[in-house]
């Protein structure tokens, strides 16, 4: 079955960069586009960015433009995201989320999350 | 980038019907749908509605989305107490660029 497996909780000092990985198996990896979308304690859900595996194509949100990078590693069927410059309000739980524009079915999986705390 | 609007609570009672609503603009929602996304406390969020207003297998049928203009509907039936929870709403833009979220709405059952 389709999963998205994530790397454990970081914990980070501001000024530090953040790299998460979300190992996907269960389907052809480069069918479906990957998005990472997060979550700050309390707070609602924001989306950062996505990438093709099939093209290597990106977008970025614009607020994090500068600051995110988004890769893949096709022979893991890996997606990472790497936040670089990190703040106390990123902060949050990071998703990474199966599905791109053209996907009927976009959000259909969810990693189980990361949690990155951003603490001096 | 400006997201959808989302009422921030709705509540109904059980077994009752809750109808909650996302509005958007002609460059996301009016153009693409939306799709619907409910979030449990302490889970990741599961979809329950694609933009195409179709339920995922094994969502129940008593969640029913759609969208007229720029707005897009969730109706929830036969509310039951697990059913409470934050619902979001998600639209990718026109250019297909971008995504945008509801600021996600608190269903309450009493």
């Known amino acids: 079955q389709v999963r998205l497996e994530q790397s454990g909780p970081e914990m980070k000092k501001p000024g530090d960069s953040v790299n998460v990985s979300c190992k996907t198996s269960g389907y052809i990896f480069s069918t479906y586009g990957i998005n990472w979308v997060r979550q700050a304690p309390g707070q609602g859900l924001e989306w950062m960015g996505w990438?093709?595996?099939?093209?290597?194509?990106?977008n970025y949100a614009q607020k994090f433009e500068g600051r995110v990078a988004m890769t893949t590693e096709t022979s893991t069927s890996t997606v990472y995201m790497e936040l670089r410059g990190l703040r106390f309000d990123d902060t949050a739980v990071y998703y990474c989320v199966r599905g791109g524009p053209h996907s009927d079915t976009w959000a259909d999986y969810w990693g189980q999350g990361t949690r990155v705390n951003v603490s001096s | 980038q400006a997201g959808l609007t989302q009422p921030p609570s709705v509540s109904s009672g059980l077994r009752q019907t809750a109808t909650l609503t996302c509005t958007g603009t002609i460059n996301d929602i009016g153009s693409r749908g939306a799709a619907w996304l409910q979030q449990r406390q302490g889970h990741p969020p599961r979809v329950l509605s694609y933009?195409?207003?179709r339920r995922p297998s094994g969502i129940p049928e008593r969640f029913s989305a759609s969208w007229t203009g720029n707005t897009a509907s969730l109706t929830i039936t036969g509310l039951q107490s697990e059913d409470e929870g934050d619902y979001y709403c998600s639209a990718w833009d026109t250019s297909l660029t971008y995504v945008l979220f509801g600021g996600g709405t608190k269903l309450t059952v009493l």
């Open positions: 990438i093709s595996p099939y093209t290597g194509n990106r």
């Open positions: 933009r195409n207003n």
